[in-house]
């Protein structure tokens, strides 16, 4: 089924500070998908063997300068795809969607992990849907931005909001979801991204801290400081909220390391990894949850 919709779409919604649950009316975005069931098929236990003999063992090629002419349709800071990139993840892409059965990869890690910027590689490459929790909680507030719910409405608001958006994606099939920093945190929540695949990108705080610092804090409520030096506050937030959340982020049922696939690929410092390296790593370790 055809889940490709515009994130355009504008929802019939009003705030009533009174009632902070969200309107029926208000979900008609995702009522236009239906009910879809998952159908189970057999996973085969010799995917990885078959994949590393088409394609031998995967070996990246991460490009750190200008020589690698970049065919990557990804624009990020970090250095674009190289072609052979592009390519190893369309090809694993190609094998392992069939054995997902339409389930929806669910993207969950601190906030500044890359979410969204490889859940979009993810889903180019499975010719699956992207969709991200916090713009859909936008829209469907009506307008405003995740920095104006936490202070117009307060976070318990947004994360009902979160909730009932997660509880409709869980119905949908072929979408990779990007979802916000905290959904880790209500066990409900977990009910809903268990139906698909969960994935966690676990990010070094001290690389999440620069890239949010060079993003700014103003769309990020939950590390807005006044004043002092911004990487030891953010640093400081940054380790609050990952001790409070660490074990939740452990109940994915996929972990992607990012200190790891930097020493595996023989890199010191993690910002070296492009998205589509990282959606690579995803997808390899997907396929061996797939395999358990
Ligand atoms: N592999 C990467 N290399 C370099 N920069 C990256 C990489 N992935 C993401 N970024 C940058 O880091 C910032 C955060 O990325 P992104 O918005 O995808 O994270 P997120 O997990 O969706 O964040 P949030 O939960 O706060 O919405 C963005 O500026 C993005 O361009
Ligand atoms: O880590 C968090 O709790 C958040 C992360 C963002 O994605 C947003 O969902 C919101 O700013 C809260």
């Known amino acids: 089924?055809?889940?490709r919709v515009s994130l355009g779409v504008k929802?019939?919604?009003r705030i009533n500070t009174e009632?902070?649950?969200i309107k029926p009316n208000s979900l008609q975005f995702f009522r236009n998908h239906g009910e879809q069931r998952l159908c189970q098929l057999p996973v085969s236990r010799n995917l990885l063997a078959k994949r590393r003999r088409v394609y031998g063992p995967v070996i990246f090629k991460v490009s750190c300068s200008s020589e690698h002419s970049p065919a990557s349709t990804v624009e990020t800071r970090s250095v674009p795809a190289?072609?052979?990139e592009s390519k190893i993840i369309k090809n694993?892409?190609?094998e392992i969607e069939p054995y997902l059965n339409g389930r929806c990869i669910y993207l969950v890690g601190m906030m500044g992990s890359?979410?969204?910027?490889?859940?979009?590689?993810l889903s180019?490459?499975?010719g699956y849907s992207f969709y991200d929790c916090d713009k859909l909680i936008e829209e469907t507030v009506g307008g405003s931005t995740v920095a104006e719910i936490f202070k117009l409405y307060g976070e318990s608001f947004?994360?009902?909001n979160e909730t009932e958006v997660l509880h409709k994606l869980s119905s949908m099939q072929r979408l990779v979801v990007s979802t916000g920093g905290g959904a880790v945190v209500r066990p409900i929540n977990w009910r809903h991204m268990h139906k698909g695949i969960s994935v966690w990108l676990d990010v070094p705080l001290e690389a999440l801290a620069q890239r949010i610092i060079a993003d700014g804090t103003n769309s990020r409520p939950l590390i807005r400081y006044e004043s002092g030096d911004p990487y030891s506050k953010t640093m400081k937030r940054l380790s609050n909220l990952f001790e409070e959340r660490g074990e939740a982020y452990a109940n994915a049922n996929v972990r992607v390391s990012f200190g790891n696939i930097a020493a595996k690929r023989g890199f010191k410092d993690v910002c070296n990894l492009t998205p589509t390296v990282i959606g690579i790593e995803v997808l390899l370790q997907i396929e061996n949850f797939l395999k358990k």
């Open 1 to 3: 089924m055809e889940t």
């Open 11 to 13: 929802l019939p919604t």
């Open 19 to 21: 009632n902070i649950a």
């Open 82 to 84: 190289s072609f052979d």
């Open 92 to 94: 694993i892409s190609e």
């Open 114 to 121: 890359g979410k969204t910027t490889v859940g979009k590689v």
């Open 124 to 126: 180019e490459a499975l």
């Open 158 to 160: 947004f994360r009902e």
